[in-house]
C-alpha cells in the first residue's frame, strides 16, 4: 500500500467562540496540522442552515491560505448546481492563484430544494446545471474565447481574465452517493470523492461502476479521497461514549434537509449502523478500519470529519495530535 495523505474539515462552528475567534482557532489548527503531518483541510458548504453556523468555504479558505505553506485547501462540497459558473471560475482562478496551486475543486449535485428556489432555479435541473457548468468552466480556464448557448447558462464570447495556476485547471473531486452520479463522475474522468454515508459494502458496489465507467471513457485513476466521520479517543469505549453524544444530533440536521434520495446510499441508520461506517475507536482501531478502503480501493488522501458544533478549540487540536501519533503511522503499511 502507498503513503495516505490525510486532512480533516472545517466549517462547523461552535457557538461558544464568536465568529472572529472560530476564524483564529481554525487559522491555529491549520499551521499546527501542518507541523504534524497533515496535507489538506476541506470545508462544507451549506445555507440557510440556522441554527448550526457554517462558514462558507471560499472566503474560509482564502482566509486560512496564508497559514501553511504546503496544506493543500478543498471545498469539500461546493453544490455547483446552485453557483454561476463563470463566477465560480473566477473565483477558483483567484484562490488558485493565493494558494500558489494547492486549490482543489470539490463539488456535488445538492438536494434541497429550498436552495433551488433561492437561486432560482429547480431541484429537477439539477444535473443539466451540473454538467453545463462543468463545461463551461473547463473552457474558460483554458484561457480561449468562450461562447456557449446552453439551456441554463449562456456566456458569448467570454474571456476570463486570469486562468488557474494548476494547468489545466485545479483537481475537480466529484461527491457522488448513488449509481447515476459516480457514472457521471467516472464519464467526466474526476477524482470520486467517497462521501461519509456509505458503508464498505456501499463504497464497493459504487466504486465498481465508477471504475467500469472511468475505464470505459479511456480516463486513468486519478486521487481517491475518502472522506470519515470521525470520533476518536484513547480508547474504544471512551470513542463510543462520545459518538453517541454527537453523531445522532449530527445526522438529525440532515434529516429535514432531504439529503436521503430512493437512488442513494441509505442515510438515516440507528447509532449500532452508524458504528459501521463511521470511524469510531482508539486511533489503531480506526486505522484499521482506513487500511480496508486504502487496499481496496487504493485511497489516496483520507479527510476525517473532526468537528463538531460543542467541539473546544483546545479538544480539536489534542485530537490532531492524537491522530498524527498513533493513527497516521500504522495507514498505509
Not at 454515508?197 to 458496489?205: I, L
Not at 440532515?254 to 461506517?277: A, C, D, N
Request: aromatic residues 10%; hydrophobic residues 40%; positive net charge.
Amino acid at each position: 500500500m502507498s503513503k495516505v495523505e490525510f486532512g480533516f474539515t472545517l466549517g462547523v462552528a461552535n457557538p461558544l467562540y464568536p465568529p472572529e475567534k472560530q476564524i483564529e482557532n481554525w487559522a491555529e489548527m491549520v499551521r499546527v496540522g501542518q507541523q504534524l503531518g497533515f496535507g489538506l483541510i476541506s470545508t462544507p458548504q451549506h445555507w440557510l442552515a440556522h441554527p448550526v453556523k457554517w462558514f462558507q468555504p471560499i472566503p474560509l479558505l482564502s482566509r486560512l491560505a496564508a497559514e501553511a505553506d504546503r496544506i493543500k485547501l478543498a471545498t469539500g462540497i461546493l453544490q455547483l448546481p446552485l453557483y454561476n459558473p463563470v463566477d465560480l471560475a473566477e473565483q477558483v482562478a483567484t484562490l488558485d492563484a493565493m494558494s500558489k496551486g494547492r486549490f482543489i475543486l470539490g463539488v456535488g449535485l445538492g438536494y434541497r430544494e429550498q436552495l433551488f428556489e433561492a437561486v432560482g432555479a429547480r431541484k429537477a435541473d439539477r444535473v443539466g446545471r451540473f454538467t453545463e457548468a462543468i463545461e463551461i468552466m473547463r473552457r474558460l480556464w483554458s484561457g480561449d474565447e468562450v461562447t456557449f448557448h446552453g439551456k441554463h447558462f449562456r456566456v458569448t464570447k467570454g474571456r476570463i481574465s486570469m486562468t488557474p495556476l494548476q494547468k489545466p485547471h485545479p483537481p475537480i473531486w466529484m461527491a457522488a452517493q448513488s449509481e447515476p452520479a459516480v457514472r457521471r463522475a467516472g464519464e467526466l474522468g474526476f477524482a470520486w470523492y467517497i462521501p461519509p454515508q456509505g458503508d464498505f459494502n456501499d463504497v464497493t458496489r459504487l466504486w465498481n461502476i465508477y471504475k467500469d465507467a472511468l475505464d470505459k471513457a479511456g480516463h486513468p485513476l486519478p486521487a481517491v479521497p475518502l472522506i470519515r466521520y470521525t470520533c476518536i479517543a484513547k480508547d474504544k469505549k471512551a470513542a463510543v461514549e462520545y459518538a453517541r453524544a454527537y453523531m445522532q444530533d449530527t445526522y438529525a440536521l440532515y434529516r429535514p434537509w432531504g439529503l436521503e434520495e430512493k437512488s442513494t446510499v441509505r442515510i438515516h441508520r440507528t447509532f449500532e449502523e452508524e458504528m459501521q461506517r463511521a470511524l469510531i475507536g482508539s486511533p489503531e482501531e480506526c486505522a484499521e478500519e482506513i487500511n480496508k478502503y486504502v487496499k481496496a480501493f487504493g485511497v489516496t488522501h483520507v479527510i476525517l470529519g473532526i468537528g463538531r458544533p460543542n467541539f473546544r478549540h483546545e479538544d480539536a487540536l489534542e485530537t490532531l495530535r492524537l491522530i498524527a501519533e498513533r493513527l497516521m503511522p500504522n495507514v498505509g503499511r
